[in-house]
Structure formats: structure tokens, C-alpha cells
């Protein structure tokens, strides 16, 4: 088994992750709470996880927080299939704020 991570800092992390756990529930299997989903793909497990101010508390307007995504599958080439399933949807849901996923393989 192979893990990853990566995290991007923005204001509607609440809402990029609420966009893709609902996108993604279309197709695989999908456990969502306000602040993390977990995705079963065939190929591989995600989680994103939310961290930061609340969108439910009175925050500044561009208090920043973080998507924390960590993915594991079975071998390398999966592995890249769920990190460019994952940022090309991202790019898709992101257009007026561009955000890129920095991918880290962990131990």
C-alpha cells in the first residue's frame, strides 16, 4: 500500500470539499460529514479533511482554511491515477480560485 498527501490553504475549503463528495457520490461509494469526506475509488481511498474557522461561526469573510487530502492505494500507477483524478476535478470546481494539490508519498 502506497499513502500520499497534500493540503492547499483557501477560504471555501468547507465548500470545495461539500462539491466533491457530492460529485464523486455519483459514481463511488461516499461517507460525508461537514468537515470530511471519505471516497472509495477502485483504483484507491481518499479523505479530505477540512481544517480551520467554520463557515458555521462568525469568521472573517477571507479567513483561510485548509483541504487536507490523503490518499492510499494498492500500488505507484494507482496511486497517480487518484492524484489526477482528484486535481482535475479540483481544477474543475475551483475556476475562479485555481488551486493545485502538492502531492507528498509517505513512508
Given at each position: 500500500m502506497?499513502?500520499?498527501?497534500?493540503?492547499v490553504a483557501?477560504?471555501?475549503?468547507?465548500?470545495y470539499?461539500f462539491k466533491?463528495?457530492?460529485?464523486f457520490?455519483?459514481k463511488?461509494?461516499?461517507?460525508q460529514q461537514?468537515?470530511?469526506?471519505?471516497i472509495?475509488?477502485?483504483?484507491?481511498h481518499?479523505?479530505l479533511?477540512?481544517q480551520?474557522p467554520?463557515?458555521?461561526?462568525p469568521?472573517?469573510?477571507q479567513?483561510?482554511?485548509t483541504?487536507?487530502?490523503?490518499c492510499h492505494s494498492?500500488?505507484?500507477q494507482?496511486?497517480?491515477?487518484?492524484?489526477?483524478?482528484?486535481?482535475s476535478?479540483l481544477?474543475?470546481?475551483?475556476?475562479r480560485?485555481?488551486?493545485?494539490?502538492h502531492?507528498e508519498?509517505l513512508?
Amino acid at each position: 500500500m502506497i499513502h500520499s498527501q497534500a493540503s492547499v490553504a483557501t477560504t471555501m475549503a468547507e465548500q470545495y470539499l461539500f462539491k466533491l463528495a457530492k460529485h464523486f457520490a455519483k459514481k463511488v461509494p461516499v461517507h460525508q460529514q461537514p468537515r470530511l469526506a471519505s471516497i472509495e475509488f477502485e483504483f484507491g481511498h481518499c479523505v479530505l479533511e477540512v481544517q480551520g474557522p467554520s463557515g458555521d461561526a462568525p469568521v472573517p469573510p477571507q479567513a483561510q482554511q485548509t483541504l487536507h487530502v490523503r490518499c492510499h492505494s494498492a500500488d505507484a500507477q494507482q496511486l497517480a491515477r487518484l492524484h489526477s483524478v482528484l486535481e482535475s476535478h479540483l481544477a474543475l470546481m475551483t475556476r475562479r480560485e485555481p488551486l493545485q494539490l502538492h502531492w507528498e508519498t509517505l513512508a
